[in-house]
Nanobody
Framework: EVQLVESGGGSVQAGGSLRLSCVASGYTTVSYCMGWFRQAPGKNREGVVGVDTYGRIEYANSVKGRFTVAEDSPENTLRLLMNDLKPEDTAMYYC??????????????????WGQGTQVTVS
C-alpha cells in the first residue's frame, strides 16, 4: 500500500523558515507526480507546488520566490523549503502523489494518494 508521511511543520514568526519533508513508501517517486497542498480553516485545499515525472515544477503564484521544492529520489523524499513565511501561509500542509502524468499539477483532484498532513503556523 502506498503511504506518504509528512514532517517538519511547526510555529514560526513572520519572515522565518521551515522545511517540510514527505517520505514515500510502497513505490518510488520517479514514477509519480508529487505535490504539496495546503488547507486553511474554512478554505478549500490549494496547490502549493507540483513536480511531474519529467521534473517539471509548477509553483502557486503566492509562493513563487519563497518556496523551493526538491526531490531526494534515493530517499524517496519530497522536501519543501519555505522561506519568508507570512501569516497567510498558515495551514495544514499535505503531500500528495499521482501515478503517471497529470494535466494539472496544482489540482488536488488529480492526486490519488495523500499524507496525513503537518501543521504550519505563522504569527
Amino acid at each position: 500500500e502506498v503511504q506518504l508521511v509528512e514532517s517538519g511543520g511547526g510555529s514560526v514568526q513572520a519572515g522565518g523558515s521551515l522545511r517540510l519533508s514527505c517520505v514515500a513508501s510502497g513505490y518510488t517517486t520517479v514514477s509519480y507526480c508529487m505535490g504539496w497542498f495546503r488547507q486553511a480553516p474554512g478554505k478549500n485545499r490549494e496547490g502549493v507546488v507540483g513536480v511531474d515525472t519529467y521534473g517539471r515544477i509548477e509553483y502557486a503564484n503566492s509562493v513563487k520566490g519563497r518556496f523551493t521544492v526538491a526531490e531526494d529520489s534515493p530517499e524517496n523524499t519530497l522536501r519543501l523549503l519555505m522561506n519568508d513565511l507570512k501569516p497567510e501561509d498558515t495551514a495544514m500542509y499535505y503531500c500528495a502523489a499521482a501515478r503517471g502524468r497529470v494535466p494539472g499539477l496544482l489540482v488536488a483532484d488529480e492526486y490519488t494518494n495523500w499524507g496525513q498532513g503537518t501543521q504550519v503556523t505563522v504569527s
